[in-house]
């Protein structure tokens, strides 16, 4: 579920009656079984060159994951801009650890949209 539609939706939910709460699921589930499987959105890594910037990695890591919340990225990438940038920390390694933070926040992503199996 997206995360700008759940907090209302469970929110509505929760008001409704336990008879009303079962026609809701009944309609999701029948909603999800006439609907084809959603595939997660495919990062396209776009290579990175030689002599680039820390900013300038952000910004394709971003263009390379525009399906995560750049909002749940930004306390630790802008604490890495900011060692480098203040504390001289080398270019390479927060670069690295950009692309890290990248692909682990992909892999949650991938098990946030996985749909269990009931």
Known sequence: MTTSVAPQLQRLVTQLSV??????????????????PLLPAI?????????????AA???????YPML???KLLDQTS????EHLLQGRD???????LEAIFARH????????MIPDE
């Open 43 to 55: 990062p396209q890594i776009v290579p990175r060159p030689p002599t680039e910037s820390v900013v």
């Open 79 to 82: 604490s890495l801009v900011t």
């Open 58 to 64: 952000l910004k394709r890591l971003s263009k390379s």
């Open 19 to 36: 008879a009303d709460q079962r026609t809701l699921l009944a309609f999701a589930e029948f909603l999800h079984s006439r609907s084809p």
């Open 69 to 71: 919340d750049k909002a």
């Open 91 to 97: 270019q390479s390694e927060v670069i690295d650890q």
């Open 106 to 113: 992909y892999e949650q992503f991938l098990r946030d949209s």
